[in-house]
């Protein structure tokens, strides 16, 4: 129950915080991050120390996130996992008094599916985006495709031969450009798969999955000078699943305790 109460914090954080002004934001994130934890303590029966690890381990995540910084930070990442880890397994009592049941289903479960759903949505996204600038190379690392080919006869080089310059983008190309519907695609991929699992629907998973990578095949196959588009793609993708199916075994987990 206080590893899904951290990932309640850390998600609605993320949620109200986003796309704002950096200080808006920040103070939203903290608000948020406070909100949670003390009525986790007032009216969830939750030790005080349980909920003052939430609190400071979301306003850890929440502040360093919300900082500038020229390489991603991707410590924030290990510390919530390892504190989600920490709570999941600690024997915490809840007081007697807290309320057990929702709506006729367990409060742990509740909890957990409330999480989830959130850290599903923004926090993953943020995770997904850090990795990705991780492995970004830097601008005197970027690898640029050839603008000639070389003629050998053996080892020797007898010529070689320009390549046209691809022609600029169109208008209707670069308002394209700007769309994000990543942000919008990755939540609702993720959630799909944690829906599709708890009901047992692994083949519809593995059809989703292929589906996505037959979608990206044109745009992947058009980078064949770097390769970085496959890259990037393996990299994005294998880290929203990652996510998802951690999210899905912790449910598993929590309706089978």
């Keep these: 129950m206080i590893a899904s109460l951290l990932l309640i914090a850390i998600g609605a954080a993320d949620a109200v915080r986003i796309g704002r002004r950096r200080s808006l934001s920040l103070g939203l994130g903290l608000g948020?991050?406070?909100a949670v934890s003390l009525a986790?303590?007032?009216?969830?029966?939750?030790?005080?120390?349980?909920?003052?690890?939430?609190?400071?381990?979301s306003a850890v995540w929440v502040v360093s996130m919300s900082l500038e910084s020229e390489r991603p930070r991707i410590w924030p990442v290990a510390?919530?996992?390892?504190?989600?880890?920490?709570?999941?397994?600690?024997?915490?009592?809840?007081?007697?008094?807290a309320v057990k049941e929702i709506?006729?289903?367990?409060?742990s479960w509740v909890l957990a599916l409330l999480g989830v759903s959130l850290v599903m949505t923004q926090t993953a996204?943020?995770?997904?985006?850090?990795?990705?600038?991780?492995?970004?190379p830097s601008g005197g690392d970027v690898v640029r495709p050839a603008t000639h080919w070389r003629l050998r006869l053996g080892s020797r080089v007898v010529g070689r031969v320009e390549r046209s310059e691809p022609e600029p983008p169109s208008e209707l190309a670069q308002g394209a450009g700007t769309l994000r519907g990543g942000r919008l695609i990755g939540p609702i991929e993720r959630l799909l798969i944690v829906a599709l699992a708890l009901a047992g629907a692994q083949g519809v998973i593995a059809a989703l999955l292929a589906a996505k990578g037959i979608v990206r095949f044109p745009e992947i196959s058009a980078d064949r000078a770097t390769g970085s588009k496959a890259e990037e793609f393996l990299i994005g993708s294998l880290t929203s699943w990652g996510?998802?199916?951690l999210g899905a075994g912790w449910l598993w987990f929590v309706q089978r305790s």
Aim: glycine share 8%.
């Design 32 to 34: 948020v991050v406070v």
């Design 40 to 57: 986790a303590w007032l009216f969830g029966g939750v030790p005080l120390f349980a909920a003052v690890v939430v609190l400071a381990v």
């Design 79 to 97: 510390l919530v996992g390892g504190a989600f880890a920490a709570l999941a397994v600690a024997p915490i009592t809840v007081a007697p008094h």
């Design 103 to 107: 709506a006729g289903f367990p409060l």
């Design 125 to 136: 996204n943020v995770i997904a985006r850090t990795t990705l600038a991780r492995v970004r």
């Design 243 to 245: 996510l998802a199916a």
